[in-house]
């Protein structure tokens, strides 16, 4: 999966948000270490949502931009 990830730099190191995945966020003193950290993050993120999504019917669709 892709995802647009938001990096926002200051004299701490960098911030970097998801978009796509409200209150998904994650932080490093670098941006190699942002990125690798949202990574994590990411995966946290989808885990928890299918983990709420058990026993639910779903469907998938897909939308064109």
């Known amino acids: ?4 990830v ?13 978009p796509g995945l409200p209150g998904c ?6 941006e ?3 990125i690798e950290n949202i990574q ?7 885990e928890a949502a299918e983990t709420q999504l058990a026993g639910e019917q779903i469907r998938e669709i897909e939308v064109a931009l």
């Open 40 to 46: 994590s993050a990411i995966r946290a993120y989808l």
């Open 6 to 18: 938001a990096l926002h730099q200051d004299e701490d190191g960098y911030a970097v948000s998801v």
């Open 1 to 4: 999966m892709i995802y647009r």
């Open 25 to 30: 966020w994650s932080q490093g003193a670098t």
């Open 32 to 34: 190699e270490e942002a």
